[in-house]
């Protein structure tokens, strides 16, 4: 039966590590590590998460954008796995936009990304995929590959300045929805 898992926090050492290549992905306990990452996600709301998110240093990520009152311009899409997911190409287009992280509670911040790109991926059981995301989806992606690397968004944000809280930034988005 699948659980949810505990979400590292930064300063946990696995947070800032590179994660491993995944080998095995038929693997009964890969694969059951997967199902509980499915139900992390859900339980906590999250637009995506990494395995080293909650404390395990594999190469896998799950997409999993839905509307919410975070996120209300996000789009709807299933749960999708990624398993050693690479970024293949990115357009020089960039954007800058907020993003917040379970594994940073509290903290906002712009970051400038991508606005399209291309990746390919395995699927949990070994099919080679490749896509493009655009905008959102796109976004969410390079933040839950970072994680892969050993990096957070505080890391890509452009200065300090660029941070707030999560009472400062829901401020922020409520008189930009006024306007």
């Known amino acids: ?31 059951a ?7 992390t996600v859900a339980d906590e709301g999250g637009m995506g998460i990494a395995a080293p998110q909650v ?16 996120y209300p311009y996000a789009p709807l899409m299933e749960p999708t796995i990624m398993i050693n997911p690479e970024l293949t190409w990115a357009s020089t287009e960039k954007e800058k ?3 917040g992280c379970l594994t940073v509670p509290g903290i906002r911040g712009l ?24 905008g959102f989806l796109a976004r969410v992606f390079q933040h839950e590959v970072d994680h892969l690397d050993g990096l957070v968004f505080l890391d890509r944000a452009e200065s300090t300045k660029d941070l707030v809280t999560e009472k ?5 988005m409520a008189s930009h929805n006024q306007a």
């Open 1 to 31: 039966m699948a659980h949810a898992l505990e979400i590292a926090q930064l300063g946990a050492p696995v947070i800032r590590k590179e994660a491993v290549k995944v080998t095995d992905i038929q693997n009964p306990e890969l694969q």
């Open 168 to 172: 400062e930034w829901k401020r922020i």
């Open 111 to 134: 970051v400038s990304r991508h606005q399209t790109i291309r990746i390919r991926y395995q699927d949990r059981n070994g099919l080679l995929l490749e896509t493009e995301y655009h």
């Open 55 to 70: 404390s395990v240093s594999k190469r896998i990520i799950i997409l999993s954008p839905k509307p919410n009152t975070r």
């Open 33 to 39: 590590f997967i199902d509980d990452l499915l139900v």
């Open 97 to 99: 936009d907020w993003e």
